[in-house]
């Protein structure tokens, strides 16, 4: 049987802090596992910032789904976030493609047969808060709907379209008449084909 990899994440909160007694019991770990270390992933930010504010998290996750491990060592689940949301969607795209977890606080270790089954409740618990916003979201356009609420995007103004037909005769491109007139692209588009039809 191969050497499996193992990814180490380590997270602080703030630069007063480090992540040396982590990254020490995690080696530990993968050395006590027969796990080699191919790869840590060292942050210093809050747990509770969203995903494109923690680079080394959002890169161990990219990292992930290429397989360039197979198992994913945290000290404890807080590390990997605060919010139930994010650490949901954390272990199920970890469930998917594959990559096995490994938590010592929680004494998580989806390895092993119960750890898997941890895995398993979390697929659920992440079908389930999907579910749930999308009943929430169909509910709130309902509601919108009876109270006589326009739903969609905002019709521009005759005012905007006749400015682009303008620059557009003058030659301008989509992007910059969209630019110039701080609208989208897509927007500058439809009303160019609407002002040809």
Do not use: H
């Amino acid at each position: 049987m191969t050497e499996r990899r193992a990814a180490i994440f380590t997270r602080v909160s703030t630069d007063r802090q480090t992540t040396d007694n982590q990254l020490q019991r995690l080696r530990e770990v993968a050395e006590r596992s027969g796990w080699q270390v191919v790869e840590v992933y060292e942050e210093t930010v809050s747990g509770a910032a969203a995903r494109g504010k923690r680079p080394a998290y959002d890169r161990m996750l990219k990292d992930a789904t290429r397989r360039k491990f197979d198992v994913v060592l945290a000290w404890d689940v807080s590390r990997l976030g605060r919010s139930l949301r994010e650490l949901l969607d954390c272990f199920e795209t970890l469930r998917t493609i594959g990559v096995d977890l490994y938590l010592d606080q929680q004494g998580v270790d989806t390895t092993t047969p119960a750890g898997r089954a941890l895995f398993g409740m979390a697929g659920v618990f992440a079908e389930f808060e999907r579910a749930m916003l999308i009943e929430r979201t169909r509910a709130g356009l309902d509601r919108a709907r009876a109270a006589g609420t326009k739903l969609g995007r905002p019709s521009k103004d005759g005012e905007v379209s006749a400015r682009v037909g303008e620059l557009r005769r003058a030659g301008m491109g989509m992007d910059r008449i969209a630019r110039e007139l701080g609208i989208g692209k897509s927007v500058a588009q439809r009303i160019c084909q609407t002002l040809a039809a």
